[in-house]
């Protein structure tokens, strides 16, 4: 079965805190991504990576960056959190036949 | 631009019921996946449809991709309170492409 971790289910964090949110996938995808989920807004694309040391922006890429220093690990970081910035933060990897797997999701409060 | 549209928005029935739901586009797609989410978890994966006109079965639910590989719709028969969920469903446009995401189906199953 195909995997895909996310480092934590649930964070609250503080105005102006630098965070991490690490992805990590077992299947040896070449495809990752990270999206937002708000109610009414449906799923949006942050960021996505098709290799390592690879990105691209999304839709909405501003506030956020992304590392893909190894294959199976793909971080989205969050430079100065802000409260607009609560969400439901999902990671997605996918095979070259376009079947996307999601993580778990990480639910994150900025106070 | 919603470029895939999900219909209804928000479905509740009665347990044992049947139902079928829509997602549509002006644009072909290469596969389309549905998916099922429920709160707090991530989406995971029901179906990928690939040819034109391809029905697949999942137990009582029941996928068919249109002809022209623009729509697709979702039939569960008898539907138990374990189909809760929110129902997505997500276009590709090629094997490097980005999934394009409907804003998805709110299904609720009564006891």
Known sequence: ?111 | TQLLEQSPQFLSIQEGENLTVYCNSSSVFSSLQWYRQEPGEGPVLLVTVVTGGEVKKLKRLTFQFGDARKDSSLHITAAQPGDTGLYLCAGAHGANSKLTFGKGITLSVRP
């Open chain 1, 1 to 111: 079965d195909v995997k895909v971790t996310q480092s934590s289910r649930y964070l609250v964090k503080r105005t102006g805190e630098k965070v991490f949110l690490e992805c990590v996938q077992d299947m040896d995808h070449e495809n990752m991504f990270w999206y937002r989920q708000d109610p009414g807004l449906g799923l949006r694309l942050i960021y996505f990576s098709y290799d390592v040391k690879m990105k691209e922006k999304g839709d909405i890429p501003e506030g956020y960056s992304v590392s893909r220093e190894k294959k199976e690990r793909f971080s989205l970081i969050l430079e100065s959190a802000s409260t607009n910035q609560t969400s439901m933060y999902l990671c997605a990897s996918r095979t070259e036949w376009e079947t996307q797997y999601f993580g778990p999701g990480t639910r994150l409060l900025v106070l």
